[in-house]
């Protein structure tokens, strides 16, 4: 006999599907869902006033192709995150060539924006390289720390930050500070979790703040962010300022669904500024349950992932998942006017088709590698030991 439909998924049932559903994080996946469901309601807030701003004549305009990525990206997300560790890395191999394959080209044939070419235009879709380089980045040399680590004769170090200075010169050429940062910081990460000596952190730490402090002058755009940010009250802070009339706008509770009237004055709305929408109609008790469940899922990450026994998984993984935290952190420390102001998309939230399909890639790979497996999981064996690289 079939198992009826309420039973498809009884621990018994050894179908792929029934496997991935009792080993996968369904904590995690709940919280997933939850993002998604959120960029679907704010992107139909968001999108009236966007569409408007750019003579678009469907008001639903961002909302219907929110919609339609977000049911791409759950797929992505699923489908990725019943691999296995050695699938996530092979996967990880082919994206990082395609992207930097794009990203090479870019100075010839991308599509430029804002004084910035990060763009390729495939059948009027835009993509955005760099978003799927960078969690295939993380996993790549997440692997060459491990193989590193084992003694053999492989350069796994100096492989690991040939693939990070040959990522971080092509997002400079388009540029791209922002996208930088991020990737250094989850770089960082995966370096000090896999064991490295605490020498070798603060030397990379060191050399990231100089190379930092360099973009200001390198990069006018850079100069003009952070001149904004230190002196407003001599530059033009337009949508900053609507942003955080919109946040205090909304109260602890909102102006309601649909009824933000100061989210229609920002001109990223649907993008960058989604965060301040969501504030203006749903208020700062909704605003801080957002950033909660983001602190969750990298909270509740991490905590898996240094209880994972295989180096390669446990240091793949928090990286991911750092930078998930990380690029939330930047988005919505943008909108409170914490940082200068970067074009950051806020994970599963902003209207973008590469955010959402790239996000959904980050995480789905994140599940994989913290899925109940035998022998995935030690209760003894914690990170790897200083000095194995020695």
Not at 109 to 126: E, L
Not at 270 to 289: N, R, W
Not at 359 to 388: D, V
Request: aromatic share 12%; proline share 4%; net charge positive.
């Amino acid at each position: 006999m079939k198992p009826t439909q309420a039973h498809a998924f009884a621990r018994s049932d050894r179908s792929q599907m029934g496997v991935w559903w009792w080993t996968t994080d369904r904590w995690m996946l709940g919280a997933v869902a939850a993002l998604i469901a959120v960029g679907v309601l704010m992107s139909f807030a968001a999108s009236p006033a966007a569409a408007a701003r750019l003579n678009i004549g469907d008001p639903f305009h961002f909302a219907v192709r929110q919609c339609v990525f977000a049911v791409a990206g759950a797929g992505i997300l699923i489908a990725t995150s019943m691999l296995d560790g050695r699938g996530v890395r092979r996967a990880a191999f082919f994206v990082y060539l395609i992207a930097i394959a794009i990203m090479i080209a870019l100075p010839f044939m991308g599509h430029s924006a804002k004084g910035a070419t990060r763009w390729i235009s495939i059948a009027g879709f835009t993509l955005q390289p760099s978003e799927f380089m960078k969690p295939a980045l993380i996993v790549l040399v997440s692997w060459m720390f491990s193989e590193g680590q084992k003694g053999q004769g492989v350069p796994g170090v100096s492989i690991a930050f040939a693939l990070y200075f040959l990522s971080v010169g092509l997002l400079l050429i388009q540029p791209d500070v922002g996208q930088t940062v991020l990737i250094t910081v989850a770089f960082g990460a995966a370096f000090w979790m896999a064991g490295v000596p605490l020498s070798w952190v603060m030397l990379l730490g060191g050399v990231a703040v100089v190379g930092l402090s360099s973009t200001y002058f390198l990069f006018p755009h850079v100069a003009s962010r952070v001149d904004r940010f230190l002196s407003p009250e001599r530059a033009d802070t337009f949508q900053v300022d609507r942003a955080a009339e919109a946040i205090a706008g909304g109260g602890l509770f909102g102006r309601g669904p649909g009824e933000g009237v100061l989210k229609k004055n920002i001109p990223d709305a649907h993008t960058d500024f989604i965060y301040s929408v969501a504030a203006e109609e749903y208020g700062l008790i909704f605003s801080l349950l957002l950033i909660s469940v983001f602190s969750f899922i990298v909270v509740r990450g991490l905590y898996k992932s240094m209880k994972l026994s295989d180096p390669f998984e446990q240091v793949a993984a928090a990286g991911l998942f750092v930078l998930v935290g990380q690029q939330a952190f930047i988005n919505i420390a943008v909108n409170l006017n914490m940082i200068p102001t970067k074009g950051m998309t806020l994970p599963f939230i902003s209207s973008g088709g590469s955010s959402m399909l790239a996000i959904s890639l980050t995480l789905g790979m994140a599940l994989a590698l913290t899925r109940r497996r035998p022998g995935a999981y030690s209760q003894t064996e914690g990170l790897a030991k200083a000095g194995a690289f020695a």
